[in-house]
């Protein structure tokens, strides 16, 4: 079965930091540009960061660049999303995606693979 899992979301306050792991099973990562969304409560799906499979060259959205990073580890089929200084408007269910892209990679647009999301709140 072709899939991909998020896993490491949960609460955290303000300043606070979370890594998020989005692992593919059914397919290799490595051929795919992966990009991680996000739908905070009662808002649009907004791209967040997105990573490509070659030379590794990264996106980030405006709201976060700085204080998140992408990264792989095609050994585990897996890419991560490190989020620190996180904010309370960082809330929102997280959700990673896998699309084949020969060059670079996108925060929009039609994914192949999505996986179910992991919940993500920044509070006190």
């Known amino acids: 079965q072709l899939q991909l899992v998020e896993s490491g979301g949960g609460l955290v306050q303000p300043g606070g930091s979370l890594t998020l792991s989005c692992a593919a099973s059914g397919f290799t990562l490595q051929n795919y540009a992966i990009t991680w969304f996000r739908r905070a409560p009662g808002k649009a799906r907004d791209g967040v960061s997105c990573?490509?499979?070659?030379?590794?060259?990264?996106v980030y959205a405006s709201s976060v660049k700085g204080r998140f990073t992408i990264s792989r580890d095609n050994a585990k089929n897996t890419v991560y999303l490190q989020m620190n200084s996180l904010k309370p408007e960082d809330t929102a269910v997280y959700y990673c995606?896998?699309?084949?892209?020969?060059?670079?990679?996108?925060?929009?647009?039609?994914?192949?693979?999505w996986g179910k999301g992991t919940l993500v709140t920044v509070s006190s």
């Open positions: 995606a896998a699309t084949r892209q020969p060059i670079g990679c996108r925060l929009f647009g039609v994914m192949t693979y």
């Open positions: 990573i490509n499979n070659s030379i590794g060259s990264t």
